[in-house]
């Protein structure tokens, strides 16, 4: 199947630093694309969609100045977390949409906010 | 709103065993059924779907059925191997919606 990558894997930053979170599809091209959010033991909370060539659509409960999201390219969706603290600490997941139907997961990005 | 439940891990099961992990879901109409599963260290993978009521995904062994009478879609395998060991999510999307409700994951471990 298509691959979609994320980098960084892993991050570790300190408290009122920004950490920025690139989810490639690396063979396919994606119009939209979905950011999750997991806690521990938690199941997979959709943070937002982002439409390339225009603005982010934002879920209930999400700051949409905290957690920038620019979808520059076909390929290429960005996640900023401004000015980190603790409680963003989680697991990130990004997928791109093929079809209706179809969308390819990334590995995901641990972030440690300390 | 939309939501769904799967069974609270994890499962221990030997190899050769048979696996049932439940997933119950609550929403209006007719939404669209999925399994993903996700292996160490790896993004998560469509295992298998159903689209409407009565329809039975599968996929390496691992079979689903939509009922809608019990708005449940258990997974199943009638003997697992090692190589199965992962996070199992059961997840819906809406009729009119594009991105997917998930449950909070299952974790199978299968020793030989």
């Known amino acids: 199947g298509a691959v979609v990558s994320q980098h960084p894997s892993r991050v570790i930053c300190k408290s009122g630093t920004s950490v920025k979170i690139e989810c490639r599809s690396l063979d396919f091209q994606a119009t939209t694309m979905f950011w999750y959010r997991q806690f521990p033991k938690q199941s997979l909370m959709l943070m937002a969609t982002?439409?390339?060539?225009?603005?982010?659509?934002?879920e209930q409960g999400v700051e949409k100045d905290k957690f920038l999201i620019n979808h520059a390219s076909l390929t290429l969706s960005t996640l900023t977390v401004t000015s980190a603290h603790p409680e963003d600490s989680s697991f990130y997941i990004c997928?791109?949409?093929?079809?209706?139907?179809?969308?390819?997961f990334g590995p995901g990005t641990r972030l440690l906010v300390l | 709103g939309d939501s769904v439940t799967q069974m609270e891990g994890p499962v221990t099961l030997s190899e050769e065993a048979f696996l049932t992990i439940n997933c119950t879901y609550t929403a209006t109409g007719y939404p669209s059924l999925f399994w993903y599963v996700q292996y160490p260290g790896e993004g998560l993978q469509l295992l298998l779907k159903a689209t409407k009521a009565d329809d039975k995904g599968s996929n390496k062994g691992f079979e689903a059925t939509y009922r809608k009478e019990t708005t449940s879609f258990h997974l199943e395998k009638g003997s697992v191997q090692v190589s199965d060991s992962a996070v199992y999510f059961c997840?819906?999307?809406?009729?009119?919606?594009?991105?997917?409700?998930f449950g909070k994951g299952t974790t199978l471990s299968v020793s030989s």
């Open positions: 997928s791109a949409r093929v079809s209706r139907e179809t969308q390819y």
């Open positions: 997840a819906l999307r809406d009729q009119a919606g594009t991105a997917l409700i």
């Open positions: 982002s439409n390339e060539g225009s603005k982010a659509t934002y």
